[in-house]
C-alpha cells in the first residue's frame, strides 16, 4: 500500500487505503439515493431503484478503484493528461460492462425494438459517470496542487530556519575546534570529523533518511556541543536501546536534531551549571517514540522563547506534511523541566 503522502496515479490522492475506501462507497451510495429520487414515483419504486442503482454504481466504483490501485503499481509519475486519460478510460470501461451487464439481465439485449432504449440507457449512463469523474478530477488537481504549494512554503520556511541557526553554530564549532588545535589535537581532528558529518548531512537533498543515520547526526551534534559547553555543564542521558531501535526506519531528516539544538540553546546553555538532556527512542511496535528532556532555564534569564516557538511550529508542519495526523508534536512545561515528544507511525 502507497504510504500517506504516496498518490494512487499522478496527482489522485492515495485511494487504496481503508479510509478512502470506506468515504468512496458512502459516496456511490449517496450518488445512487439521489439518482433513485429522480425516477421513483412512490415509497416503494424508491427503495427498487436504490437498489438497482446502488448496485450499479457500487460495482462500477469499487471496480475502477481496485483496477487504477492496480495500474498505479506499472505506472510511475505519469503526467496530468496521461492519468486523466487512464481514470477516465477505466470508469468507462466498467461503466460499459455494468450497463450491458445490466441489460442482459433485463433481457432488452434481445429485442431489437428495445435498440434505442438501450443506446440511450448506456450512452446516459457513460455521460453521468464521466462527468461525476471530471469533476472529482478537477477537485484532486486543484487539491494536489495546493498540497505541493504548502510543502515548498514549509520547506523554504525551514531551510530559512536553518539558514539563520547554522551559522551560528558553525562559527562556534569552528572556535572550539581552533582552541583544541594546540591542547588537544586528537579531540580536535574528531570534532572535524563530527563537524564535516553535519555539514554534509545539511546538504543532502533527501527527502526520507534512516533513523540510525538521524541519530548519528543528533550524537555528534552533542558532541559538539559537549566541547563548547564542557562535559560539566551538558550531561546527555541517552535513554535508549539500539538494539531494538528500527535504525533502518525512514523518516525525515532533520527531525530530531533540531528538538536537541533547541534543547541545548535554551535549556542547557543560559542555565551557569548546565543541566541534564535527555533524548528518549522507544520502538512502540508500529510506532517509534521521541522525546527531548532539558531543564528550565533560570527565572529572568533571557532564552530567546521566539526563536523557540518558530523552530517547533516548523517542526509540527513538517511532521504534518509527512505523516497527517498520525504524528503531532506535544510539549510539557513543568516545574523545573521541559518536554518536547512526538510519535510517528513505522512504514
Known amino acids: 500500500m502507497p504510504s500517506f503522502n504516496g498518490k494512487t496515479l499522478g496527482y489522485l490522492p492515495n485511494l487504496c487505503v481503508p479510509q478512502a475506501l470506506l468515504r468512496a462507497v458512502l459516496a456511490a451510495e449517496f450518488l445512487a439515493v439521489v439518482l433513485a429520487l429522480t425516477v421513483a414515483n412512490d415509497l416503494s419504486d424508491f427503495f427498487v431503484n436504490l437498489g438497482l442503482h446502488s ?12 483496477s487504477l490501485c492496480f495500474i498505479g503499481r506499472f505506472v510511475e509519475k505519469p503526467s496530468v493528461a496521461r492519468a486523466s486519460v487512464i481514470v477516465l478510460a477505466t470508469v468507462a ?14 433481457g432488452r439485449t434481445g429485442v431489437v425494438s428495445d435498440a434505442v432504449v438501450s443506446t440511450l440507457f448506456i450512452f446516459k449512463n ?23 504549494t504548502i510543502e515548498a512554503d514549509s520547506a523554504a520556511k525551514y531551510a530559512a530556519l536553518s539558514a539563520r541557526m547554522r551559522p551560528h553554530f558553525l562559527f562556534n564549532s569552528l572556535n572550539t575546534i581552533a582552541h583544541l588545535v594546540h591542547i588537544k589535537p586528537d579531540r580536535a ?16 537533498k533527501r527527502s526520507r533518511i534512516p533513523l540510525k543515520e538521524e541519530l548519528d547526526l543528533t550524537l555528534a551534534y552533542l558532541r559538539m556541543e559537549g566541547l563548547r559547553l564542557g562535559e560539566k555543564r551538558l550531561h ?4 535508549m536501546d539500539r538494539n531494538s531501535l528500527p535504525l533502518d526506519m525512514e523518516i525525515p531528516p532533520f527531525i530530531l536534531q533540531p528538538l536537541v539544538e533547541n534543547a541545548v540553546y535554551h535549556g542547557i546553555q543560559p542555565r ?18 521521541v522525546s527531548v528532556t532539558n531543564p528550565l532555564p533560570p527565572t529572568g534569564v533571557s532564552t530567546h522563547t521566539k526563536g523557540n516557538h518558530i523552530a517547533q511550529e516548523n517542526m ?13 508534536l506535544k510539549i510539557q512545561k513543568g516545574v523545573q523541566q521541559y518536554r518536547v515528544s512526538f510519535s510517528i507511525p513505522k512504514e
Open 189 to 204: 581532528e574528531e570534532a572535524l570529523l563530527d563537524l564535516s558529518d553535519i555539514m554534509r548531512m545539511t546538504l543532502d
Open 236 to 239: 546527555v542521558n541517552l535513554d
Open 316 to 328: 509540527t508542519s513538517r511532521l504534518k506534511l509527512a505523516y497527517g495526523d498520525r504524528a503531532n
Open 126 to 148: 457513460l455521460v453521468i459517470s464521466l462527468v461525476i469523474v471530471l469533476v472529482l478530477l478537477r477537485y484532486f488537481y486543484i487539491h494536489s496542487q495546493w498540497e505541493e
Open 55 to 66: 448496485l450499479f454504481v457500487q460495482w462500477v466504483t469499487l471496480a475502477s478503484i481496485f
Open 272 to 289: 551557569q551549571d548546565g543541566g541534564l538532556l535527555t533524548v528518549s527512542l522507544y520502538d512502540a511496535g508500529n510506532r517509534l517514540d
Open 93 to 106: 470501461v466498467f461503466t460499459l460492462a455494468a450497463s450491458i451487464l445490466g441489460l442482459e439481465l433485463s
